[in-house]
């Protein structure tokens, strides 16, 4: 539990630092955030911990069984996870464009 704990501070710096018109990034935390604090309130409201009734699959074949903030924390994670990739490739692009340009001035 302390570790969720500690992870509900993470992410709330992070939502704190993120920019309010970064709609993605702010779903993505929030969706994270709102995952790891339903489990927590699911632990301390059961003597058993965190219920999970979700059970999925085909035939023989069966998902973990998982429960609604799982579903949250994972596709927050997922969403966070493209938001940063998408925000690196850009970071390294404008990087790239910034040389070139500087590049280009020197030759000029």
Known sequence: ??????AIV???????HTAQDDL???LAVSLV????????IDRIRSDLGVVD???IGFG?????????ADMAVSGGAFLLALVLW???????AAAA????AAESAEHS
Request: aromatic share 10%; with cysteine.
């Open 10 to 16: 993470i992410l709330w710096r992070l939502y704190q």
């Open 33 to 40: 955030a709102a995952g790891a604090l339903g489990n927590v």
């Open 24 to 26: 993605r990034k702010v």
């Open 97 to 100: 464009e910034s040389a070139a």
């Open 53 to 55: 009734f979700i059970d």
């Open 1 to 6: 539990m302390a570790l969720t704990c500690g």
């Open 86 to 92: 998408g925000e690196e490739k850009r970071e390294t």
């Open 60 to 68: 023989t074949h069966r998902w973990p069984t998982f429960n609604v």
